[in-house]
């Protein structure tokens, strides 16, 4: 049998949007740098000052393989989270995705990694290396609350949060929206009086 991770990963994030009803939407800025990047672990949160990613580097130590690195920069977008180097420092370790609430630099180097990265842009400039910031806490990323150990499911449309309490009962949610969404599109698919007919039962004719 498939373990979570595995299911939630099969899973389109609006199905399992709609299953949360629309609350643990990442902002929608933040999108992969390859729009075919799919991700889906457990979160290894980070919650660093603007400008100093040594909380990063101290994550990237600690994260276990198979977690997803989210991280709260607060939204800046001048200074680079991380760059290819640090980026594959992450790969090499077995963290399966980093998500960030800002902005990378390197991108050539980082796509060429094949290693999924979400975040809102890139850069040019570096961040320093300080001392500050936390990491395995409550964070805010995105505009949504994150703890460490929620399943973080990211893909062409954005990043969704999974409360680790609520998991079990939001993949058979999301599960069963899938299933429907699938049969609806089966029904209509070259079927124009089908498509008539859903529109005439949507728009209550």
């Known amino acids: 049998m498939k373990d979570i991770l595995s299911m939630?990963?099969?899973?389109?994030t609006p199905c399992i949007s709609d299953a949360m009803q629309g609350l643990n939407n990442l902002d929608p800025s933040i999108k992969p740098l390859r729009e075919h990047d799919k991700i889906a672990g457990r979160a290894f949160t980070v919650k660093m000052p603007v400008g100093d990613n040594h909380a990063v580097l101290r994550a990237i130590r600690e994260a276990k393989p198979g977690d997803?690195?989210?991280?709260?920069?607060?939204?800046?977008?001048?200074?680079a989270v991380a760059g290819d180097f640090v980026v594959g420092m992450a790969k090499t370790?077995?963290?399966?995705?980093?998500?960030?609430?800002?902005?990378?630099?390197?991108?050539?180097?980082?796509?060429?990694?094949?290693?999924?990265?979400?975040?809102?842009?890139?850069?040019?400039?570096?961040?320093?290396?300080?001392g500050g910031g936390e990491v395995n806490v409550p964070i805010s990323c995105g505009g949504v609350a994150v703890h460490p150990g929620d399943i973080i499911v990211g893909d062409a449309d954005?990043?969704?949060v999974v409360p680790q309490n609520l998991e079990t009962v939001i993949l058979?949610?999301?599960?069963?929206?899938?299933?429907?969404d699938q049969e609806r599109a089966d029904l209509?698919?070259?079927?124009?009086?089908?498509?008539?007919?859903?529109l005439d039962s949507v728009l209550g004719k």
Request: aromatic share 6%; hydrophobic share 45%; proline share 4%.
């Open 172 to 180: 058979s949610k999301a599960l069963e929206k899938m299933k429907k």
């Open 68 to 79: 997803v690195l989210i991280i709260d920069a607060k939204g800046d977008t001048y200074r």
């Open 158 to 160: 954005g990043v969704v």
């Open 93 to 130: 370790l077995g963290i399966s995705g980093i998500v960030v609430d800002g902005v990378i630099r390197d991108i050539q180097g980082i796509l060429d990694l094949q290693f999924p990265v979400f975040c809102k842009g890139t850069t040019v400039a570096a961040s320093a290396k300080a």
């Open 188 to 198: 209509v698919s070259g079927n124009p009086e089908a498509v008539r007919k859903y």
């Open 8 to 12: 939630f990963a099969e899973i389109p």
